[in-house]
């Protein structure tokens, strides 16, 4: 009985270790099967998708969620309070948000990509950054809001920082950076809506805090030195021509043809970033070349060698407030400052994306050739501009004794807190609406109908001019009051 006991437990002893190795057996086929469908799908973001959970709970990643809910959540707020198409382009700061969240996931399960595949892997992002930029450009009531929209959310490319020598500034710095030009914008919405629409005023105060101190802060404190790729991660690479059959071959881009012509490490980056700020929107318009990049420059005074004459003024040592730069920033911004006595600079290429700020020179004159999106000169004095066409607006501020000329088009011209304008306007020129605000000793010269006159020669140009009022006449008639300018009779 003994013995028959003793056999009947070894024989449920096997049986259970029978089926334990069946379970072990199925579930070693089952993690087989699943690698063959990662495989056979030939691509590898299975293998990161068990990761993603993980990933998403980290502390950087859940405090970026906390900044897409505070901040961007009560921009938002603002905007459903306006509607329309200040709604509509703040929807695509949200999904901007977004797509930088799911790419700060992604980089802790991905191995740092080359140059072509830092253009892959951040190419959701540049969509959304092109999409806001393309928006800002076109006419609407709103330029404002969406200029700064457009300005401000290059900020989330501080994710494309890799170094020192990768040719942008540092997160933080990136981010102050591209607010600081959106801001000029935003205080023009503040001031035109401070009596009017407080939604407006609300918008723009959330916009702000966006990005200082929500962005910052938060840049500050998990990414100050930029993001951290994972050693054994996931690789990205750059997509074979052959990858999409039957698609037409896209035009050579800027980013390429600076990867081929240099084996330095210091053009990766900006190359990447010149590839995410100024995305190719036609074909054939001229684009910015290696010798006209910042990185490039042969000297510290920052100007571009290949495009502007470079002239030695002896100027007292005082009189500079800065060092002079004229150079191309992120492939988008021309930057002119504290250039003094220089009477024959020149950008000689240009594009509709990029805009061109001026500020503090003194005594120089600048030519722009091609057409620009705007064209800002701030806190310049005896200074002389001559430009093609500009997209948005010409823009005068905090200036005195100046000079411009517009060879082609501009459908607008502001001149603000300014004493002395000479512009002068050109034939396609002449549907520019001009706005004043506390602007003295403005004269405006047309072109006469005289088909001899030299149009390329303000000073030889024969036309018509005219004094745009600054003084005006305020009477209470019928319960309101009229405006209107003051003449004199030149008794």
């Known amino acids: 009985l003994r013995h028959f006991k003793s056999q009947k437990k070894n024989r449920s002893l096997h049986h ?42 980290e502390p950087s990643i859940v405090a970026f969620d906390d900044l897409i809910a505070e901040y961007v959540g009560k921009v938002s707020a603002a905007a459903e309070k306006i509607g329309g198409q200040v709604k509509d382009v703040t929807n695509v700061v ?25 253009v892959e892997f951040l190419e959701p992002l540049n969509e959304k950054l092109t999409e806001a930029h393309l928006t800002a450009g076109s006419h609407s009531d709103f330029s404002n809001h969406l200029k700064s929209i457009a300005e401000s959310l290059t900020a989330l490319a501080w994710i494309a920082y890799t170094g ?71 690789t990205v ?13 896209p035009p050579p881009s800027s980013l390429a043809s600076s990867s081929s012509s240099s084996s330095s490490s210091k053009q990766g980056m900006a190359a990447v970033f010149q590839e995410i700020s100024s995305k190719p929107v036609t074909a054939g ?13 042969t000297d510290r005074a920052g100007l571009v060698s290949s495009n502007v004459k470079e002239a030695s003024k002896s100027v007292p040592s005082g009189a500079k407030v800065g060092p002079p730069k004229l150079e191309l920033v992120m492939g988008r911004k021309w930057v002119v400052e504290y250039q003094i006595g220089v009477k024959d600079m020149s950008i000689d290429e240009c594009d509709p994306r990029q805009t061109v700020y001026i500020f503090g020179c003194k005594d120089s004159v600048l030519q722009i050739k091609g057409k620009v999106n705007n064209i800002t000169v701030d806190k310049c004095s005896k200074m002389g501009v001559v430009f093609t066409d500009v997209v948005a607006a010409f823009e005068i501020v ?57 149009m390329d020669h303000p000073t030889k140009m024969s036309g018509v001019e005219h004094a745009l009022p600054h003084q005006y006449i305020h009477s209470h008639q019928d319960g309101q009051f009229v405006t209107t300018p003051v003449s004199h009779s030149g008794g």
Request: some cysteine; proline content about 6%.
């Open 16 to 57: 259970n270790k029978l089926e334990t190795m069946d379970e072990n057996l199925l579930q070693r086929l089952e993690h087989a099967v699943v690698r063959l469908e990662s495989l056979s799908s030939g691509s590898q973001p299975h293998a990161v998708a068990p990761c993603t959970a993980s990933a998403s709970s």
């Open 164 to 234: 020192k020598d990768c040719g942008m500034s540092m997160p933080i710095g990136h981010v102050e950076e591209c607010w600081q030009s959106a801001e000029f914008y935003c205080n023009k919405v503040l001031v035109e809506y401070k009596n009017k629409d407080t939604n407006h005023v609300e918008w723009a105060k959330a916009l702000k805090e966006l990005y200082i101190p929500g962005l910052r802060d938060y840049v500050k404190s998990h990414y100050p030195l930029g993001p951290v790729w994972s050693a054994t991660g996931v």
């Open 285 to 297: 318009l001229k684009k910015v070349t290696n010798d006209m990049k910042t990185k490039n420059r």
């Open 398 to 454: 905090n200036c005195s004794s100046i000079e411009v000329q517009c060879q082609g088009a501009a459908p607008t011209i502001s001149i603000d807190n300014t004493a002395g304008c000479q512009l002068y306007l050109s034939k396609d020129s002449l549907g520019s609406s001009i706005t004043t605000s506390k602007a003295s000793e403005v004269n405006v010269m047309v072109p006469s109908e005289d088909p001899d006159a030299d």
């Open 237 to 249: 690479s750059a997509p074979s021509k052959s990858s999409k059959p039957g698609a037409p071959n």
């Open 94 to 118: 949200s999904e901007a948000f977004h797509v930088q969240k799911e790419l700060l996931v992604k980089i802790k399960h991905t191995q740092k990509p080359d140059v072509g595949g830092m």
